[in-house]
C-alpha cells in the first residue's frame, strides 16, 4: 500500500464533503441486509468474472465502499486495500479531474429527484453515467459506463446503498466528460426520463391530492374555493400548498404557477 497517498486521502477528506446530505438521512435498520449482501457476492462471482464488470456499492450511512469486485488495481493503478480503507476517496480521486464537478452537481441532482418520489417509485429508480478513470501510474485515461440502482431503501424511503455495474468502454464516446442521465416508472406506469442534455426537464412528482390542488391553482383559484371544491378544510389546502412550494423549490405563489407551467407533474 502507498502510505503517502493513504495519509493524504485521509487527511484531505475533499471529496465525501460533497455527500454530507446523504448520510444525512434519518436512516432505519435494514433487516435483511445480510442476505442482500451475500446474494450481490453470488451474483458478482458468477457474472462479474465471466462479463469483465465491476460492481461497486457506496454506503451512505457512512460513506464508504461497502462492497466491490473486479480488477480495480489493474484498471486504475490504486490497490485494493486502499479500496477497503479508504473507498469513497478512492474511487473519486481516481476520476478525471475534468469530471468531477459534474458528478458531484448530478449526485445533488440524484439525490433531490429521489426524495420526491414515492415509495414504490423510488424502488423503479435508475441511473446512469459515462465518465473517465485516469490510471494512478501511467496516466492512461479509460471510459467507463456505469448503470446504477438503488440497492438498499429502508422502510423510511432512504437512500442507503446503492449498486454499481461498470463496465470499460474500448471505443471512446460521443461526449467529452461526465454525461448522465435517470429514470424513473411513475405510478400510473409513466416512464420518466432525465438526461444531462435536457437538464430544464425538470420532474416535479406530487401526490394525487397535491395534483388535484395544482390543476385548481392553475385554473385561478384560491384556496377557498380549492377547499370548497374537494371538501376539504382551508388550513388542509394551504397545508398541501406549502408541501408544493417546498418541492418545486418555489418562494412564492408567483413562482409555483411559472414552474407548473413549464414542467410536467
Not at 457476492?41 to 465502499?65: A, P
Not at 455495474?165 to 405510478?187: A, C, I, R
Not at 430544464?200 to 390543476?215: A, D, G, H, R, Y
Request: aromatic share 12%; proline share 3%; glycine share 4%.
Amino acid at each position: 500500500m502507498d502510505k503517502i497517498l493513504l495519509k493524504d486521502l485521509r487527511k484531505q477528506n475533499k471529496f465525501t464533503r460533497f455527500f454530507n446530505e446523504w448520510k444525512e438521512q434519518a436512516f432505519q435498520e435494514y433487516p435483511d441486509e445480510k442476505k442482500k449482501m451475500e446474494e450481490l457476492e453470488i451474483l458478482t462471482q458468477n457474472i462479474g468474472m465471466r462479463e469483465g464488470l465491476t460492481f461497486v456499492c457506496f454506503d451512505y450511512r457512512n460513506l464508504t465502499l461497502a462492497f466491490f469486485t473486479g480488477n480495480v488495481e489493474e484498471l486504475t493503478g490504486y490497490p485494493a486495500s486502499m479500496f477497503h480503507s479508504k473507498g469513497m476517496e478512492t474511487a473519486f480521486a481516481m476520476l478525471h479531474p475534468d469530471d468531477r464537478s459534474e458528478l458531484f452537481r448530478f449526485q445533488k441532482i440524484v439525490f433531490d429527484s429521489f426524495h420526491q418520489l414515492t415509495l414504490a417509485e423510488k424502488h423503479s429508480f435508475e441511473f446512469s453515467y459515462t465518465t473517465r478513470w485516469v490510471h494512478r501510474k501511467t496516466k492512461k485515461i479509460s471510459w467507463m459506463l456505469g448503470k446504477v440502482r438503488p440497492y438498499l431503501i429502508d422502510a423510511a424511503g432512504n437512500f442507503a446503498m446503492d449498486l454499481h455495474v461498470v463496465m470499460q468502454l474500448h471505443t471512446p464516446p460521443k461526449t467529452t466528460g461526465y454525461d448522465w442521465n435517470y429514470s424513473y416508472q411513475q405510478e400510473d406506469g409513466t416512464r420518466i426520463f432525465v438526461s444531462k442534455n435536457s437538464p430544464n426537464t425538470k420532474v416535479v412528482s406530487l401526490t394525487k391530492k397535491e395534483k388535484e390542488i395544482v390543476s385548481l391553482i392553475l385554473e385561478g383559484k384560491e384556496s377557498k374555493a380549492i377547499a370548497a371544491d374537494l371538501n376539504n378544510s382551508v388550513n388542509t389546502v394551504a397545508t398541501h400548498r406549502k408541501n408544493i412550494l417546498k418541492k418545486l423549490n418555489a418562494r412564492n405563489v408567483g413562482e409555483m404557477v411559472k414552474i407548473l407551467s413549464t414542467y410536467p407533474f
